[in-house]
C-alpha cells in the first residue's frame, strides 16, 4: 500500500514537472481494496482493470520502473511506451487489459470468464471497475450473460464516491446512478452482492476469498461494491497533492492543510491500517517507518530508471499496435 501511495505520489510530482502530458489518475485513497483483493488470487487468473490502473497493477507485482517508463511514453515501459497511463497491459502479471473506457473491461472479463470455463482451465476473472461503470449498458448486459451461464467471474465495484463528488445523496450511494444501492443492478440479475467498506484491509480480503471461493466452486459470478472517500487531491480535473504522505501522518495530522486534513484523519486508508497495525502489535511505528524508508528508496529508483529509458522511433509507432 506503501508503494502504490509514493508511486502516485511521485507521478503527479513527474507530470507537474512536464515529464507526460495528457490526462491521468491515481489510486491514492483506494490501496486498501485493490492491495487485499489482489493477495490470494492464482497466477492464472485474469484481470481487467480501468483508467485507475497503476494501483491495482503494483498490487499484482507490477516493476514501478517499467510502469513510470509506459507512463511516460518510453521504450522500457510494458508496453514500449505505446499504452501510455490508460492502456497499460501486463499479461504476464494476467492484465490482459487496462483502459480508460469506462464500462469497456466489464464485458471482456466476462469474455475470459468464458473462455475459461470453455477451455476447462479453472481460472477465473477479476473485474475491477469504479460506480460510474455501472451506468455503461455493457454492465448490465455482462451481468446478465455471466448469471446465466454461471461464468467465473469476480465483479468488484469500487464506489469512491462515498461522502465526495456525491456528499448530496450519502454514503451508500453513486452520484452517476439512479439505482441504490449498486448492488441491486447485479442482485436483479441474481448475482451474489455485498457492500463492504473498501477501506477495510481485514473486509476486503475476507469478502474476495469468500467471493472467490464460491467462484472455483462453480457457483458462477460474485458482486463485490467496495466503498471509499474520495481522496481530496483528485477533486479537480487533475490531481494535486494536498501533503506529501509520511508514516507519521496516522497520529499527527497537522502537517495536511486544514481543508482536507479530515480525509486524512478519518478516510485514509493507508493511515487506517498502519494505526490498525500498531494497535494489535503487529508492528510498531519504527518497524512501519522502516518499511517507508525501503519504499521511498525504490520509488526514486524506478523513477531514475524511467527517466534515463529513451523514447521510441518514430518508425516504430504503428509496430506491435493492432486495430
Ligand atoms: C465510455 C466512457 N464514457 C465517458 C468517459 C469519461 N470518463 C472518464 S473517467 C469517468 C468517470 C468514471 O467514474 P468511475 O467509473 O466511478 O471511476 P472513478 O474515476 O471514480 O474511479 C468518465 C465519465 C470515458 N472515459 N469512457
Ligand atoms: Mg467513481
Given at each position: 500500500m506503501?508503494?502504490?501511495r509514493?508511486f502516485?505520489?511521485a507521478?503527479v510530482?513527474?507530470?507537474e514537472?512536464?515529464h507526460f502530458?495528457?490526462?491521468?489518475h ?8 485493490g ?10 487468473d485474469?484481470?481487467f482493470?480501468?483508467?485507475r ?14 510502469l ?6 518510453r ?11 490508460f ?5 504476464g502479471?494476467?492484465f ?7 464500462g ?8 475470459a470468464a468464458y ?8 481460472a477465473?476473472s477479476v473485474?475491477l471497475f469504479?460506480d460510474?461503470a455501472?451506468?455503461?449498458g455493457?454492465?448490465p448486459?455482462?451481468?446478465n ?10 465483479f468488484?465495484c469500487e ?6 463528488a456525491?456528499k448530496a445523496v ?10 441504490y ?9 441474481k448475482i451474489?452482492a455485498?457492500q ?5 484491509v ?15 466452486r462453480?457457483?458462477g459470478p460474485q458482486?463485490?461494491?467496495a466503498?471509499?472517500?474520495r481522496w481530496?487531491g483528485?477533486?479537480?480535473n ?7 504522505t ?8 497537522s ?15 493507508v ?5 490498525e497495525?500498531?494497535?494489535a ?7 512501519i ?6 519504499v521511498k528508496?525504490?520509488i526514486?529508483q524506478?523513477v ?7 523514447f521510441?522511433?518514430?518508425?516504430e ?7
Open positions: 506503501l508503494l502504490i509514493h502516485e505520489e507521478l510530482a513527474l507530470h514537472q512536464g502530458s495528457g490526462h491521468y491515481v489510486y491514492i485513497g483506494q490501496e486498501a481494496t492491495v487485499p483483493a489482489l493477495a490470494d488470487l492464482a497466477p492464472d485474469a484481470l482493470a480501468t483508467h490502473n497503476h494501483g491495482h497493477l503494483l498490487a499484482r507485482g507490477a516493476d514501478p520502473g517499467r513510470f517508463a509506459e507512463i511516460l511514453g521504450r522500457d515501459g510494458y508496453n514500449k511506451g505505446k499504452g501510455g497511463t492502456h497499460i497491459a501486463a499479461a502479471l494476467g490482459y487489459h487496462t483502459t480508460g473506457i469506462v469497456g473491461n466489464i464485458p471482456l472479463a466476462t469474455g473462455a475459461a470455463k470453455t477451455r476447462g482451465t479453472g477465473l473485474c469504479g460510474g455501472m451506468e455503461e455493457a454492465a448486459e455482462a451481468f450473460i455471466a448469471s446465466l451461464w454461471k461464468l467465473p467471474v469476480l468488484l464506489n469512491n464516491g462515498k461522502y465526495g456525491n450519502g454514503a451508500a450511494q453513486s452520484s452517476t446512478m439512479a439505482a444501492p449498486l448492488t441491486e443492478l447485479p442482485g436483479l440479475y451474489p455485498v463492504i467498506d473498501g477501506t477495510d481485514g473486509a476486503v480480503f475476507n469478502a474476495v476469498s469468500e467471493a472467490t471461493g464460491r467462484i472455483r462453480g457457483e458482486f463485490i461494491e466503498q471509499s472517500v481530496p483528485s477533486e479537480g487533475w490531481p494535486v497533492l494536498p501533503v506529501a509520511n508514516v507519521n501522518l496516522a497520529w499527527d495530522a502537517p495536511v492543510p486544514e481543508s482536507k486534513r479530515d480525509w486524512y484523519r478519518s478516510s485514509d486508508p493511515l487506517i491500517f498502519i494505526r497495525l500498531v494497535a502489535g503487529v508492528a510498531t511505528r519504527e518497524q517507518a522502516e518499511v517507508e524508508k525501503s528508496a525504490e526514486s524506478a531514475q530508471f524511467a527517466l534515463a529509458s529513451p521510441p522511433e518514430p518508425a509507432a504503428l509496430r506491435d499496435v493492432f486495430a
